[in-house]
């Protein structure tokens, strides 16, 4: 895969979202349909970051948000989840935790992050086999 259909809504909603929760990392999970070699972003489901760590530097989507996603996405032909979640102090690039804390092949993974007084937001597919993050181009 090597481009990521974001609506112009949902990246807007990723804004708000990251804004409202700064200085804390903002986080949720995203419902992706893979279509013909494009992640195409249906829909964000925020969360609340419930991380035990320090939630300016890290973030963990809600366990039960986890769940209840994986449930529906069963009934949803050709849907897998990502994830989003926000860098208030840094850049819309993936973190050493993140790294570390990837752990699925081929998830999406999209980083909000302000810059020159908006929110940038930049897409990365996570190759296991590599072991880091792959950046790909977003398109509206």
């Known amino acids: 895969m090597s481009v990521c259909v974001l609506p112009e809504q949902i990246r807007a ?3 708000r979202l990251a804004e409202a929760a700064t200085p804390h990392e903002a986080c949720g999970l995203l419902v992706v349909a893979l279509d013909r070699g494009r992640y195409v ?5 925020p969360s609340d970051n419930v991380t035990a760590l320090n939630p300016t530097a890290h973030f963990e989507v809600d366990p039960a948000l986890i769940l209840s ?6 009934s949803e032909a050709g ?3 990502g994830v989003w979640h ?5 850049a819309a690039i993936p973190s050493e935790t993140d790294r570390a804390r990837a752990t699925d092949h ?3 993974w999209l980083i909000s992050a302000p810059r020159a007084g908006v929110w940038d937001t930049r897409a990365y597919e996570f190759l ?7 950046p ?4 509206p």
């Open 13 to 15: 909603d990723m804004a």
């Open 41 to 45: 972003i249906r829909r964000l489901l």
């Open 69 to 74: 996603t994986q449930r529906a996405l069963r």
């Open 79 to 81: 849907a897998v989840m």
């Open 86 to 90: 926000s860098h208030p102090s840094g």
């Open 106 to 108: 081929r998830q999406l």
């Open 128 to 134: 296991a086999d590599m072991g880091d993050f792959h």
């Open 136 to 139: 790909i181009m977003i398109q």
